[in-house]
């Protein structure tokens, strides 16, 4: 699944850190997030797009589409 979190999170001005904290997960969720390695919970998955006020199928994209 591919995403665009590192995109919505340095638009704006976030370290990973700072992310982490506003989602309650560690800098390495959020690294593993951003790169791939990873594939949020449901619960997770909407309090991302909650954060960035958007949908969840803005954040993330899965294979093949």
Same mark, same amino acid.
């Given at each position: 699944?591919?995403?665009?979190?590192?995109?919505?999170? $340095? @638009?704006? !001005?976030?370290?990973? !850190? +700072?992310? =982490? $904290? @506003?989602?309650?997960?560690?800098?390495?969720?959020?690294? =593993?997030? +951003?790169? !791939?390695?990873?594939?949020?919970?449901?619960?997770?998955? /909407? @309090?991302? =797009?909650?954060? /960035?006020?958007? @949908?969840? $199928?803005?954040? /993330?994209?899965?294979? !093949?589409?």
């Amino acid at each position: 699944m591919r995403n665009h979190l590192r995109t919505l999170r $340095e @638009r704006q !001005g976030w370290s990973q !850190g +700072e992310l =982490a $904290e @506003r989602l309650d997960v560690s800098r390495q969720t959020v690294n =593993a997030l +951003e790169t !791939g390695k990873y594939d949020p919970s449901l619960p997770l998955a /909407f @309090r991302i =797009a909650r954060l /960035f006020a958007c @949908r969840i $199928e803005d954040v /993330f994209v899965p294979d !093949g589409d």
